[in-house]
């Protein structure tokens, strides 16, 4: 029997995953046809397609998870909704963050000005930068792999136990190191919030030095350069605040896998997780005067097509 809190879970988590299918849908189209159309793509082009098309997995993955969930309670801890459900949770949320990442590293090291050796050989290398930094992402991600398959090994066994009752202490100690295998696929979500973090303040420095050197220059030229550095700066600021958010609930989530009854707990986050990729798409929207426009020309196209739809149906 479906509660008012069933229903409200629902209706919230398919409204989110329309928008966010929406938005990430249009981001990655976009540069899917620009690619076709000038036969190349850049590299923060190239980051941002693939970053929409694994948030459209994320996306796919909460709406499984967050269905199978109220619906299908009694499947929900089974072994082969657990499997579907933690690969693809994996997969989608650790490509998410890496490519943020990249992005937000390589918006820092273009935007930022300093004076430093080691940043001017950072900048000058950007390309190469992020190729490590995505050749890194692949390293992590295989480590990653291989624990995901020794903990779902694990949860395995701890089923087993679990469903002939033989809660002893051979169960205890499944769920110790199924706790203890937890922790180092965290460890990967770590290390690119600390190089977004990071990146941030030194976009943030840089913007306000540069500001300050701007103010007795040209009046031109200086409100060109503060807003390209004013933009670059407010995608990171927010993208870093979102990512904090999302980081959070996801640490909220590993947790609620070890409480006895977190249905209520896991419904919260399936619902908090996905947002911050998705407020975070729109905001790249609207910054890129390219996507903008052709954001509001869809909108419109829509708007217009609705209101025949409605004369249509008037007339007939």
């Known amino acids: 029997m479906l509660t008012s809190l069933h229903l409200f879970f629902l209706f919230m988590a398919f409204s989110q995953f329309v928008l966010g299918i929406w938005g990430n849908g249009f981001l990655g189209l976009i540069h899917c046809i620009h690619w076709i159309k000038r036969s190349k793509i850049s590299l923060p082009d190239f980051i941002i397609m693939n ?4 948030r459209i997995f994320l996306q796919c993955a909460v709406i499984f998870d967050g269905v199978t969930l109220v619906l299908y309670s009694y499947f929900y801890y089974g072994m082969t909704v657990s499997q579907i459900s933690e690969t693809s949770w994996s997969f989608s949320n650790y490509l998410t963050t890496w490519l943020s990442t990249c992005l937000s590293v390589f918006y820092c ?74 922790l180092p696929s965290l460890l990967w979500t770590v290390i690119p919030f600390i190089l977004s973090l990071f990146s941030c303040f030194l976009l943030t420095l840089s913007l306000r030095r540069h500001t300050r050197m701007m103010g007795h220059q040209v009046t031109a030229s200086r409100d060109v350069s503060t807003k390209a550095h004013v ?6 600021i927010s993208f870093s605040l979102l990512f904090l958010f999302h980081f959070v609930f996801i640490l909220i989530r590993t947790a609620s896998m070890f409480l006895p009854d977190a249905k209520v707990i896991s419904m919260i986050t399936l619902l908090a997780a996905p947002l911050s990729p998705s407020v975070h798409t729109f905001i790249l929207i609207l910054q890129s005067k390219i996507l903008k426009q052709a954001f509001l020309r869809l909108l419109w196209l829509k708007k217009d097509s609705m209101k025949a739809g409605v004369r249509a149906s008037l007339t007939h």
Request: net charge positive; glycine share 2%.
């Open 231 to 236: 933009r670059a700066t407010i995608v990171k």
């Open 51 to 54: 970053q929409a098309f694994s």
């Open 109 to 182: 090291l273009k935007t930022a000005i300093f004076s430093h050796p080691a940043f001017l050989w950072l900048k000058w290398r950007t390309f190469q930068v992020v190729a490590c930094i995505l050749l890194t992402c692949e390293l992590f991600f295989c480590f990653n792999t291989v624990l995901l398959i020794r903990k779902l090994d694990i949860y395995s066994g701890l089923l087993k136990m679990i469903l002939t009752a033989n809660y002893t202490e051979n169960v205890r100690r499944k769920e110790r190191e199924l706790y203890v295998f937890h």
